[in-house]
C-alpha cells in the first residue's frame, strides 16, 4: 500500500506570495493532518481534517488554512508569506478509529 | 506553553549500547503516546506507542514504560545499532488526532 504522498516535495517563493500544499492519505485513510517543522519551534500541530470538515486547530495565524477534498485528499494554503514560515510541512494520515498517525515525507518551503 | 519536555536533547551511545529518551507531559487529557523515528530528509516514522493503561509495551529492541502518576514515560533502544541514528520525538494525542510533540532527541550510535 502507497504511503501519504506530499507535492510539491522544494518550493522556493517570495515574500508576501501565496502557496498551496497538495497531500494524498494512504488509501483508505479519511483523517488527514498538517503539521510545521522548523528547528526553532519543532513539530507543531496546523490542523486536522476529516470528512472534509476541520476538526482541531493548532495556533497559527488565519493566513494559515486548509481543506479536504472528497477522496480524502487534503491541501493547505498559506498566504501572504512571511520569512518565518520557512519550514517543513508535514501531512498525517490516519484511519477512523485509529490512534495511529502515518507522515509523508514533507514539502520544504523556503521563503525568500 | 510546551506541554511535552524531552530530555536529553542529543545522546551518543555504544554500538550494543542502551539508548534512554525520557519525556514528560503535564496535559491529562493526553489518551495515547507514540514514538517517531525521524531521519534526514523524511518524515516522521511511527515507531512504538503505548496508552495510559499499560505501564510497559515491547517491540523487538524498544521499549516503552510509562508512568501515570509521574505523567513521565521514557524510550528504551536495546542493543543500538548505527541504523538507529536518527532523531526521535515523543508525543501525546488529545482532542481527535492532534499531536503535541517534545524537542526532539537527536541519537547517534557510534560503531
Given at each position: 500500500?502507497?504511503?501519504?504522498?506530499?507535492?510539491?516535495?522544494?518550493?522556493?517563493?517570495?515574500?508576501?506570495?501565496?502557496?498551496?500544499?497538495?497531500?494524498?492519505?494512504?488509501?483508505?485513510?479519511?483523517s488527514v493532518s498538517?503539521?510545521?517543522?522548523?528547528?526553532?519551534?519543532?513539530?507543531?500541530?496546523?490542523f486536522e481534517y476529516f470528512s472534509?470538515t476541520q476538526r482541531n486547530k493548532?495556533?497559527?495565524?488565519?493566513?494559515?488554512?486548509?481543506?479536504q477534498?472528497?477522496?480524502?485528499?487534503?491541501?493547505?494554503?498559506?498566504?501572504?508569506?512571511?520569512?518565518?514560515?520557512?519550514?517543513?510541512?508535514?501531512?498525517?494520515?490516519?484511519?477512523?478509529?485509529?490512534?495511529?498517525?502515518?507522515?509523508?515525507?514533507?514539502?520544504?518551503?523556503?521563503?525568500? | 506553553?510546551?506541554?511535552?519536555?524531552?530530555?536529553?536533547?542529543?545522546?551518543?551511545?555504544?554500538?550494543?549500547?542502551?539508548?534512554?529518551?525520557?519525556?514528560?507531559?503535564?496535559?491529562?487529557?493526553?489518551?495515547?503516546?507514540?514514538?517517531?523515528?525521524?531521519?534526514?530528509?523524511?518524515?516522521?516514522?511511527?515507531?512504538?506507542?503505548?496508552?495510559?493503561?499499560?505501564?510497559?509495551?515491547?517491540?523487538?529492541?524498544?521499549?516503552?514504560?510509562?508512568?501515570?502518576?509521574?505523567?513521565?514515560?521514557?524510550?528504551?533502544?536495546?542493543?543500538?545499532?548505527?541504523?538507529?541514528?536518527?532523531?526521535?520525538?515523543?508525543?501525546?494525542?488529545?482532542a481527535g488526532n492532534k499531536?503535541?510533540?517534545?524537542?526532539?532527541?537527536?541519537?547517534?550510535?557510534?560503531?
Amino acid at each position: 500500500k502507497a504511503g501519504v504522498t506530499q507535492t510539491p516535495r522544494y518550493l522556493i517563493k517570495t515574500r508576501g506570495q501565496q502557496v498551496t500544499l497538495s497531500c494524498s492519505p494512504i488509501s483508505g485513510h479519511r483523517s488527514v493532518s498538517w503539521y510545521q517543522q522548523t528547528p526553532g519551534q519543532g513539530l507543531q500541530f496546523l490542523f486536522e481534517y476529516f470528512s472534509e470538515t476541520q476538526r482541531n486547530k493548532g495556533n497559527f495565524p488565519g493566513r494559515f488554512s486548509g481543506r479536504q477534498f472528497s477522496n480524502s485528499r487534503s491541501e493547505m494554503n498559506v498566504s501572504t508569506l512571511e520569512l518565518g514560515d520557512s519550514a517543513l510541512y508535514l501531512c498525517a494520515s490516519s484511519l477512523i478509529g485509529s490512534y495511529e498517525q502515518y507522515f509523508g515525507p514533507g514539502t520544504r518551503l523556503t521563503v525568500t | 506553553q510546551q506541554q511535552v519536555k524531552q530530555s536529553p536533547q542529543s545522546l551518543i551511545v555504544q554500538k550494543g549500547g542502551i539508548s534512554i529518551i525520557n519525556c514528560a507531559y503535564e496535559n491529562t487529557a493526553f489518551d495515547y503516546f507514540p514514538w517517531y523515528q525521524q531521519f534526514p530528509g523524511k518524515g516522521p516514522a511511527l515507531l512504538i506507542a503505548i496508552r495510559p493503561d499499560v505501564s510497559e509495551k515491547k517491540e523487538g529492541r524498544f521499549t516503552i514504560s510509562f508512568n501515570k502518576s509521574a505523567k513521565q514515560f521514557s524510550l528504551h533502544i536495546m542493543d543500538s545499532q548505527p541504523g538507529d541514528s536518527a532523531t526521535y520525538f515523543c508525543a501525546g494525542k488529545a482532542a481527535g488526532n492532534k499531536l503535541t510533540f517534545g524537542g526532539g532527541t537527536r541519537v547517534l550510535v557510534k560503531p
